[in-house]
């Protein structure tokens, strides 16, 4: 570890978030912008319509974020757009003799942080965008999310009504939920991707994205069918919903021990991919 750089850690993260950005790929998430438009905003703006109310324009993003379904969509599409990470062709081989190992390592742990943050960013603005010159601001809920289910209660149960749970709304306030939200499902992407590395590391790259997919897969059973156990997994510490109890003012599951979840799970992750360093091909420039 001693031969650390910074430039070429930087230069390693450079490199790969240009090749990704020039390859086109961004465009599939607009597959899930149409599909959560759909899915999720249009439903809203119809209750919207109903109550003559206005809507909070990040609120179509915080049903996003602690959609069960949604939230196994998200994921799923990150994973397809980085089904090559760490990519290892001869560009990238270029970069890793330069850069060394150590600095290689660290570059792609780097841009993986990176990446996560510009898809949840660009989800973001995708739900955002089409609120412009429909939704409000501010940091107090709207009435149709706290109050149409009461006021038609024939519509109780359609999409739009259902889409923010009251376990959310009754205890923390918008920009909070997008905000802790968005660092909870950051958490879950990163660790995803640090799985991938260390697979890849132990020479098993393949079986990385078949565990991924696993791990997405049986934290959205568990969540779907709210098991006691779902908080062992990555997806049912993402979602900030769940954590509160729909009737009291008590939590089921302290938002504390998710953070520890992450920062324990990812703090293991990252030991082992730097121990697993010197595994990286022929050179023995560290």
């Known amino acids: 570890m001693c031969n650390i750089s910074m430039r070429k850690i930087l230069r390693v993260c450079q490199g790969e978030c240009y090749h990704f950005l020039c390859s086109g790929r961004f465009a599939l998430v607009l597959v899930v912008w149409v599909f959560a438009y759909q899915f999720i905003t249009v439903p809203l703006l119809q209750n919207t319509e109903k109550m003559q ?27 397809v757009l980085l089904s090559d990470f760490p990519r290892v062709d001869a560009n990238a081989y270029f970069y890793l003799v330069r850069a060394g190992k150590t600095n290689w390592v660290l570059g792609q742990l780097l841009y993986a942080v990176v990446i996560t943050m510009i898809y949840l960013f660009i989800q973001f603005l995708g739900m955002l965008v089409p609120m412009f010159g429909k939704g409000s601001w501010g940091n107090e809920w709207s009435p149709v999310i706290t109050d149409f289910a009461r006021e038609f209660p024939e519509y109780a149960q ?48 393949t079986l990385g994205l078949l565990l991924c997919f696993f791990v997405i897969a049986l934290g959205t059973g568990l969540c779907s069918t709210f098991s006691p156990m779902r908080f062992l997994m990555p997806m049912g510490n993402s979602i900030l919903g769940i954590h509160y109890s729909q009737y009291y003012s008590e939590m089921d599951y302290p938002l504390e021990y998710s953070m520890i979840y992450f920062a324990v799970g990812i703090g293991i992750l990252m030991v082992a991919i730097l121990g697993l360093r010197k595994r990286l091909g022929g050179y023995e420039h560290d």
């Open 158 to 205: 359609n999409p739009g009504a259902v889409s923010i749970q009251p376990q959310l709304y009754y205890h923390v306030s918008p920009w909070e939920a997008v905000l802790v939200g968005s660092a909870f499902l950051a958490a879950y992407l990163y660790f995803l991707l640090q799985i991938k590395l260390l697979c890849y590391l132990l020479r098993v790259k």
């Open 53 to 79: 109310a206005s809507l909070l324009a990040i609120e179509p993003y915080i049903a996003l974020i602690n959609s069960n379904f949604m939230i196994l969509v998200m994921p799923v599409l990150f994973l």
